[in-house]
């Protein structure tokens, strides 16, 4: 290789090396748009739980959230109507507290509006004390429980952000997300009072009397609504 060649590729390459440095450059900068948003869960909100929703993005196209929250026992939804008793999957009946960590990556993002896919991870620590529950028609038994559970779960979802506006540094947030969770229940139960009425026969899953533990493995739908505000940092 004589001379001249070798300084045409040396050339080639520094000029190539410039091209990749600059495009990844441009590339980090376009998603270096760093957001922090903060919402609340009106679903959520009107069922069993509060929780607050902070989540931060360090690039454009990706961002990492976390959730904590309460949970509240609520008469309007005490009995599960999809379950086959109250012994099997009681309602809105338990206290406590839930986690959720999560990862999105963005598509499309644009000034007011993006879409997203996500994964999340969920975790609950619940309780309640002296319920009643009843279950059965005519024929039916009722009965007083203790319980306690702890619930962990994956949750994969997709979703849509829109954005008001309000100024070059916050802007009004609306989200809608839908998905599909898996969980698992690990519940410590004490049942006592039971009592059968009309034979009992007609009691699907009946109770058992004292102590028990139980496993519970679970698909769910999940949907969500949430609005907040983001903030450009």
């Excluded at 993006?114 to 991870?121: E, K, L, N, R």
């Excluded at 619940?126 to 203790?146: A, L």
């Amino acid at each position: 290789m004589n001379q001249r060649s070798y300084f045409q590729i040396k050339k080639a390459l520094i000029i190539g090396l410039f091209i990749i440095i600059h495009f990844g450059v441009t590339s980090f900068a376009q998603d270096s748009l760093k957001t922090v948003s903060i919402s609340y869960n009106l679903i959520q909100g009107c069922i069993n739980e509060q929780s607050i929703y902070v989540e931060y993005s360090p690039f454009r196209h990706h961002k990492f959230g976390i959730s904590i929250g309460k949970i509240y026992d609520n008469n309007a939804f005490e009995v599960f109507v999809l379950s086959p008793s109250q012994n099997t999957f009681p309602g809105t009946v338990y206290r406590g507290n839930v986690y959720r960590l999560s990862y999105s990556y963005i598509f499309n993002k644009k000034s007011k509006s993006d879409y997203y896919i996500g994964a999340q991870y969920i975790y609950r620590d619940m309780y309640y004390n002296h319920k009643q529950f009843r279950d059965g028609g005519d024929s039916h038994v009722e009965y007083s429980r203790n319980e306690k559970a702890t619930v962990i779960g994956f949750d994969l979802i997709s979703g849509l952000n829109k954005y008001k506006k309000l100024n070059k540094n916050f802007s009004l947030l609306f989200n809608v997300y839908y998905g599909i969770g898996w969980r698992e229940r690990y519940r410590t139960i004490y049942t006592y009072n039971l009592h059968y009425y009309g034979g009992g026969g007609g009691v699907n899953s009946p109770p058992q009397l004292g102590n028990e533990t139980k496993i519970q493995q679970y698909w769910i739908p999940v949907f969500g609504i949430k609005l907040g505000l983001q903030f450009h940092i």
